[in-house]
């Protein structure tokens, strides 16, 4: 998610009472306070010792009512935002208020109808709960911090409740997947272990092309994709896996991309803090996506070797890398759009725009509105702007953002919230976009074929199909500065 660090609202102090919270509790029985006698069935127990678990602290208020603590990032309290606990031990029919009160932000798709996704043993599939059962406030407690509450009803005595943020993917769930596609041992697929987190996960990368197909004199075009630079920001793996998902099928659009263009990607940038339950920091609480400029073996080393694989390839006049793509999640903004950077020279500026144009015809969830290009100083350390910097005038560089919460489609008022499915299916639409990408610039037999310079093409791409987001001019810098006041990425 896009970053201004000068310009959030962080609600809670840096350091210091709730918010030096170090562990998730580990199966913690809550009684009310000076209650002697043995434990009984009503009284909860809340877990979060688990991959991506995040609960810091429950606090009991009554039979009825429990505060609950988001576990700051490791080593960086600053971040309250990821939550995943389970629940056992209830009654049924028992009612609940849980509030969840140290939020470190205060702008939250909560305002706009967001809610908490849950599941049960019983019940395996992750769902969101009725937005009518959630409320986001100001609260006179709590610092005058902003909270969400929501009303449950347990239901089944034998289950195990799970509550998150958001549909979890976790470390382990994308190493699963990944082993199940190099059992598919298919020859335009190739898995790597481009280094180790700090905690000695694995760093995966994966290439997908077809080796059989020639390669042009000046080499296959080359499209790079991260993910999951920020641990919290789950949606961006079901993107991810979209776009995996399609690019190794038997789709003809696939095939055709796989004899023409070479796709690396790397799943998940900082596997320690998915692992740990962070929401955007790495182990250290070092937020990776600020540290592109100078990534450091030892306390970085994942971004380090992603930085070194690029720069290498960027030096290597056999490789043409010419889209670089950041995927993350959104935290206050609807749809799925993208942030661009800004350049002097004007063809670059429409050249940049065609991809997000082109995406936005795919999906229905993609909003060209909310599609931005800018050159705040405080992402400098991005990945975008960095390489936007280091890659020369025929490379695009993007963050594809994905809301937590929902999308808006064309001549409808109401937000359609988000599933998994719906993740990796916009995950999908963006590999296939590459297709519409590249026929349309061998189409045009340009000097430089991999440019679209054509103001029709623009005219077409943004007359559209229909759609409300269509159409719409990209904001200037300045009007995008006062939007994003807030934002991070
Ligand atoms: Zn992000």
């Known amino acids: 998610m896009e970053e201004n660090v000068m310009k959030d609202v962080e609600t809670g102090v840096e350091a210091g009472g709730e918010d030096a919270l170090v562990g998730n509790v580990n199966k913690l029985t809550v009684t009310p306070p000076g209650y002697p006698g043995a434990q009984r069935k009503g009284h909860l127990v809340f877990d979060a010792c688990f991959e991506s678990g995040n609960l810091g602290r429950v606090d009991y208020i009554s039979d009825f009512e429990f505060d609950l603590f988001i576990r700051p990032d490791t080593c960086n309290p600053r971040f309250r935002v990821w939550f995943n606990f389970t629940v056992e031990n209830v009654r049924e029919t028992q009612r609940v208020i849980f509030n969840m009160v140290n939020f470190s932000k205060t702008k939250s798709l909560y305002r706009d109808g967001m809610s908490p996704v849950v599941k049960s043993t019983s019940r395996p599939k992750w769902q969101r709960l009725p937005a009518?059962?959630?409320?986001?406030?100001?609260?006179?407690?709590?610092?005058?911090?902003?909270?969400?509450?929501?009303?449950?009803?347990?239901?089944?005595?034998?289950?195990?409740?799970?509550?998150?943020?958001?549909?979890?993917?976790?470390?382990?769930?994308?190493?699963?997947?990944?082993?199940?596609?190099?059992?598919?041992?298919?020859?335009?697929?190739?898995?790597?272990?481009?280094?180790?987190?700090?905690?000695?996960?694995?760093?995966?990368?994966?290439?997908?092309?077809?080796?059989?197909?020639?390669?042009?004199?000046?080499?296959?075009?080359?499209?790079?994709?991260?993910?999951?630079?920020?641990?919290?920001?789950?949606?961006?793996?079901?993107?991810?896996?979209?776009?995996?998902?399609?690019?190794?099928?038997?789709?003809?659009?696939?095939?055709?991309?796989?004899?023409?263009?070479?796709?690396?990607?790397?799943?998940?940038?900082?596997?320690?803090?998915?692992?740990?339950?962070?929401?955007?920091?790495?182990?250290m609480g070092f937020d990776l996506n600020r540290y592109w400029q100078d990534p450091s073996p030892w306390a970085h080393p994942t971004l380090h070797a992603v930085k070194q694989l690029i720069v290498q390839m960027n030096q290597d006049p056999r490789v043409n890398l010419e889209f670089y793509i950041d995927v993350h999640a959104h935290s206050t903004m609807l749809n799925g759009f993208m942030y661009g950077n800004?350049?002097?020279?004007?063809?670059?500026?429409?050249?940049?725009?065609?991809?997000?144009?082109?995406?936005?015809?795919?999906?229905?969830?993609?909003?060209?509105?909310?599609?931005?290009?800018?050159?705040?100083?405080?992402?400098?350390?991005?990945?975008?702007?960095?390489?936007?910097?280091?890659?020369?005038?025929?490379?695009?560089?993007?963050?594809?953002?994905?809301?937590?919460?929902?999308?808006?489609t064309a001549g409808s008022t109401a937000a359609v919230p988000y599933t998994e499915e719906t993740y990796m299916k916009l995950g999908r639409n963006v590999a296939r976009t590459f297709l519409d990408y590249y026929k349309l610039n061998t189409l045009l037999k340009d000097n430089r074929p991999t440019h679209i310079q054509s103001s029709d093409v623009m005219l077409q791409t943004g007359s559209g199909n229909g759609k409300t987001n269509t159409g719409d001019r990209e904001k200037t810098d300045s009007e995008k500065e006062r939007k994003s006041q807030g934002i991070r990425h």
């Open 342 to 408: 800004v350049f002097e020279e004007e063809g670059r500026v429409r050249r940049q725009a065609v991809f997000p144009r082109l995406l936005c015809q795919n999906a229905p969830d993609f909003s060209l509105s909310s599609t931005s290009f800018n050159r705040d100083s405080v992402k400098a350390g991005t990945g975008r702007r960095f390489l936007g910097g280091l890659l020369d005038d025929s490379s695009y560089c993007y963050t594809l953002e994905v809301s937590f919460y929902s999308y808006m």
């Open 132 to 283: 009518k059962n959630v409320y986001y406030y100001r609260c006179p407690d709590h610092r005058r911090n902003y909270v969400m509450s929501f009303a449950f009803c347990f239901d089944r005595e034998d289950d195990v409740y799970q509550f998150a943020y958001c549909y979890p993917y976790t470390y382990s769930r994308l190493q699963h997947y990944l082993a199940g596609l190099e059992r598919r041992n298919l020859p335009y697929l190739q898995r790597e272990q481009l280094g180790l987190s700090v905690q000695q996960r694995r760093l995966d990368l994966l290439t997908i092309t077809n080796p059989a197909h020639p390669s042009p004199e000046r080499g296959k075009k080359l499209v790079f994709l991260t993910s999951r630079v920020h641990p919290g920001e789950s949606p961006a793996s079901f993107v991810c896996q979209g776009v995996i998902d399609f690019l190794v099928s038997q789709h003809p659009v696939a095939q055709v991309l796989r004899d023409h263009v070479i796709f690396k990607i790397v799943p998940m940038l900082n596997p320690d803090g998915v692992y740990l339950g962070n929401y955007r920091c790495s182990l």
